[in-house]
């Protein structure tokens, strides 16, 4: 048969997967771009997989051999197919219909190997070109998502067979690949969508033991430095260790918190290797207490409760989020004055947070709003930043606003502002930071003029003497507010701060040093924070201008690789977390919640 250009074939390896087989290779059907070819290769299944196969007519394939493990049966199923492209879906996972086509429209440079997609477990940012580094980093692919070129999956000898590397035959196949010269893009949509099947798990010891044979192999092909491998060595004991721990796998925990240690010594790791010698129930007891109950509420719930204050209280509607890793959101407070120009500042800032996967927001006051000549509106419209409203200056009263002219009405003020933000930036605002006018007439405005979240309450912080609210009595994690409780308010981050752990201060890099910033942000999580906020005011031009942007840098990176490294914390933006805590509160019911700048996040 001959093929056209850009013919695709579709792999999908089966085991025992009679029950999801057919939603599967029907996705792969109803493909708006159809594939040439739907192989799909039975790996030895005991149950009724190949009968539910034959039902489905072409061009739909059957191949059978005997059990030997998900990347055997790709390599046979990629042997057998004829397309230019070869796209791998597995048997208990679908597409959305138009996945191929846009991945498609990707594949046009001759040095692409792979284009992905996301999927309804992604995070809400991935790189749209990954680098060797933030791949090593962490593994953006979910294997249902690729869509490879046949002579790259070919030129690399397919996926690795080894019995030792299975079910990270797939990371290790793209780090090869990245290494070789090939480059990896993202389509970034959640096109793909991946089942976690109940009951299937991977023992702690046998992930270990893959991950370092993963480790040994790239390390060797790659000729990586080893600095970079002792690095990732230690991250892999480090998350065996944890993963050990949670399971109450006592044994396995101190042995990797042990080598942990021995390869990057340091007092936490020593204190995690002492934790997994206590026993079993006192751990479980120690859960018990550290584990608050989570609320939920359906739509109809809220709509019985009255209006939530801005300000919260006790009664405050809280958000219990769906996924246990923390969230990351990065919010920035700029001025008419901020310098958004110089390439050593701002440009280099930038950098960074695309490394780490990371959009942060940058609240807009009057002055900035107003210039459209910002390179900060290019930033926006390549979705690599977003904006928001600030008024009377963010979270950071400052004490001669009390002698200013009395405000105009908090609705004109703020619809003034929202404007020239979408005139000028071209995005609607969803997220709102305050100071002075804060309570029911700023929670109406921001509902009337489609707002979502609001970041500015401060707990633990009395600013009325200087003319700003008092955020005492607030609550400390997300709750709804507003009317309808349409509205969700995302506190900034304060937490123990100094040696002893008495003050309280906000997550922010003039506010609290790095070491002290990642002990709050360890006894936060004890106590079951799922959203951490990192504000920063953006540096103005000046004589100090240098060291500001190279103290925030430093501080920044150190802090980004200990929670998206060692934590395993997730970047978010203000629309995914809105869409998440809708999702979770409102039994995925978000119609009543979410404007349609958000919506389309959630959906997905």
């Given at each position: 048969?001959?093929?056209?250009?850009?013919?695709?074939?579709?792999?999908?390896?089966?085991?025992?997967?009679?029950?999801?087989?057919?939603?599967?290779?029907?996705?792969?059907?109803?493909?708006?771009?159809?594939?040439?070819?739907?192989?799909?290769?039975?790996?030895?299944?005991?149950?009724?997989?190949?009968?539910?196969?034959?039902?489905?007519?072409?061009?739909?394939?059957?191949?059978?051999?005997?059990?030997?493990?998900?990347?055997?049966?790709?390599?046979?199923?990629?042997?057998?197919?004829?397309?230019?492209?070869?796209?791998?879906?597995?048997?208990?996972?679908?597409?959305?219909?138009?996945?191929?086509?846009?991945?498609?429209?990707l594949?046009?440079?001759?040095?692409?190997?792979?284009?992905?997609?996301?999927?309804?477990?992604?995070?809400?940012?991935?790189?749209?070109?990954?680098?060797?580094?933030?791949?090593?980093?962490r593994?953006?692919?979910?294997?249902?998502?690729?869509?490879?070129?046949?002579?790259?999956?070919?030129?690399?000898?397919?996926?690795?067979?080894?019995?030792?590397?299975?079910?990270?035959?797939?990371?290790?196949?793209?780090?090869?690949?990245?290494?070789?010269?090939?480059?990896?893009?993202?389509?970034?949509?959640?096109?793909?969508?991946?089942?976690?099947?109940?009951?299937?798990?991977s023992?702690?010891?046998?992930?270990?033991?893959?991950?370092?044979?993963?480790?040994?192999?790239?390390?060797?092909?790659?000729?990586?430095p080893?600095?970079?491998i002792?690095?990732?060595?230690?991250?892999?004991?480090?998350?065996?260790?944890?993963?050990?721990?949670?399971?109450?796998?006592?044994?396995?925990?101190?042995?990797?918190?042990?080598?942990?240690?021995?390869?990057?010594?340091?007092?936490?790791?020593?204190?995690?290797?002492?934790?997994?010698?206590?026993?079993?129930?006192?751990?479980?007891?120690?859960?018990?207490?550290?584990?608050?109950?989570?609320?939920?509420?359906?739509v109809?719930?809220?709509?019985?409760?009255?209006?939530?204050?801005?300000?919260?209280?006790?009664?405050?509607?809280?958000?219990s989020?769906?996924?246990?890793?923390?969230?990351?959101?990065?919010?920035?407070?700029?001025?008419?004055?901020?310098?958004?120009?110089?390439?050593?500042?701002?440009?280099?800032?930038?950098?960074?947070?695309?490394?780490?996967?990371?959009?942060p927001?940058?609240?807009?006051?009057?002055?900035?709003?107003?210039?459209?000549?910002?390179?900060?509106?290019?930033?926006?419209?390549?979705?690599?930043?977003?904006?928001?409203?600030?008024?009377?200056?963010?979270?950071?009263?400052?004490?001669?606003?009390?002698?200013?002219?009395?405000?105009?009405?908090?609705?004109?003020?703020?619809?003034?502002?929202t404007?020239?933000?979408?005139?000028?930036?071209?995005?609607?605002?969803?997220?709102?930071?305050?100071?002075?006018?804060?309570?029911?007439?700023?929670?109406?405005?921001?509902?009337?003029?489609?707002?979502r979240?609001?970041?500015?309450?401060?707990?633990?912080?009395?600013?009325?003497?200087?003319?700003?609210?008092?955020?005492?009595?607030?609550?400390?994690?997300?709750?709804?507010?507003?009317?309808?409780?349409?509205?969700?308010?995302?506190?900034?981050?304060?937490?123990?701060?100094?040696?002893?752990?008495?003050?309280?201060?906000?997550?922010?890099?003039?506010?609290?040093?790095?070491?002290?910033?990642?002990?709050?942000?360890?006894?936060?999580?004890?106590?079951?924070?799922?959203?951490?906020?990192?504000?920063?005011?953006?540096?103005?031009?000046?004589?100090?201008?240098p060291?500001?942007?190279?103290?925030?840098?430093?501080?920044?990176?150190?802090?980004?690789?200990?929670?998206?490294?060692?934590?395993?914390?997730?970047?978010?933006?203000p629309?995914?977390?809105?869409?998440?805590?809708?999702?979770?509160?409102?039994?995925?019911?978000?119609?009543?919640?979410?404007?349609?700048?958000?919506?389309?996040?959630?959906?997905?």
């Amino acid at each position: 048969m001959a093929r056209s250009a850009y013919s695709v074939s579709v792999v999908i390896p089966a085991y025992n997967a009679a029950g999801s087989i057919a939603r599967a290779v029907s996705s792969a059907m109803a493909q708006t771009r159809r594939p040439l070819e739907i192989i799909v290769v039975d790996d030895g299944s005991t149950d009724a997989t190949g009968a539910a196969v034959r039902s489905f007519g072409a061009p739909v394939r059957l191949l059978r051999k005997a059990n030997g493990g998900p990347a055997s049966a790709r390599n046979l199923g990629a042997r057998q197919s004829i397309g230019d492209w070869i796209a791998f879906l597995d048997a208990d996972d679908w597409w959305a219909p138009t996945k191929l086509e846009k991945q498609i429209s990707l594949a046009g440079p001759p040095d692409v190997g792979l284009v992905h997609t996301l999927t309804n477990c992604s995070p809400p940012r991935v790189p749209r070109e990954l680098t060797f580094d933030q791949l090593w980093r962490r593994n953006w692919i979910g294997t249902s998502t690729a869509f490879v070129r046949r002579y790259a999956f070919e030129s690399l000898g397919g996926y690795a067979e080894d019995r030792p590397l299975v079910g990270l035959e797939d990371y290790h196949l793209w780090l090869r690949m990245l290494a070789a010269g090939w480059r990896i893009l993202c389509y970034p949509e959640a096109l793909s969508y991946y089942h976690r099947g109940r009951g299937i798990s991977s023992g702690t010891q046998k992930v270990l033991d893959g991950n370092l044979e993963n480790l040994r192999q790239i390390g060797s092909i790659c000729g990586l430095p080893d600095e970079k491998i002792r690095d990732k060595r230690t991250w892999i004991y480090d998350a065996a260790g944890h993963a050990a721990l949670y399971k109450r796998e006592g044994r396995l925990a101190r042995k990797a918190f042990r080598r942990a240690f021995s390869e990057s010594p340091s007092p936490a790791r020593a204190l995690k290797f002492a934790l997994a010698h206590v026993p079993a129930p006192l751990l479980d007891f120690r859960r018990r207490l550290l584990r608050r109950p989570k609320p939920t509420f359906t739509v109809q719930d809220m709509r019985e409760l009255p209006s939530q204050p801005m300000l919260g209280g006790p009664d405050a509607v809280r958000v219990s989020f769906q996924r246990y890793a923390p969230y990351l959101l990065i919010v920035a407070d700029a001025g008419e004055n901020s310098d958004f120009h110089t390439t050593k500042g701002f440009s280099r800032a930038h950098r960074m947070f695309e490394h780490h996967g990371l959009v942060p927001t940058y609240t807009l006051d009057e002055g900035a709003a107003a210039r459209a000549d910002l390179p900060l509106t290019d930033y926006v419209a390549d979705g690599k930043a977003e904006v928001g409203a600030r008024l009377d200056g963010g979270a950071h009263p400052r004490p001669d606003r009390r002698a200013a002219s009395p405000p105009s009405p908090v609705f004109e003020k703020l619809r003034s502002l929202t404007a020239n933000i979408e005139k000028n930036f071209g995005s609607q605002p969803i997220l709102f930071r305050g100071s002075h006018e804060i309570g029911d007439a700023t929670a109406s405005a921001l509902d009337r003029l489609g707002y979502r979240i609001d970041c500015s309450v401060v707990p633990a912080h009395d600013f009325r003497a200087l003319g700003g609210a008092d955020f005492r009595k607030s609550p400390d994690t997300p709750y709804w507010f507003g009317p309808g409780n349409r509205l969700l308010e995302i506190p900034n981050t304060v937490g123990p701060a100094g040696r002893a752990g008495v003050r309280r201060s906000r997550l922010c890099p003039d506010v609290v040093p790095l070491d002290q910033a990642k002990r709050m942000t360890r006894a936060l999580l004890r106590a079951q924070h799922r959203v951490f906020v990192v504000s920063y005011r953006a540096p103005t031009a000046g004589a100090d201008f240098p060291d500001a942007w190279q103290g925030l840098m430093q501080w920044m990176e150190g802090y980004l690789e200990f929670f998206l490294g060692e934590l395993g914390g997730i970047p978010a933006t203000p629309s995914f977390i809105f869409a998440d805590a809708a999702f979770a509160a409102h039994s995925g019911r978000i119609a009543d919640l979410c404007p349609s700048s958000v919506r389309s996040v959630a959906e997905a």
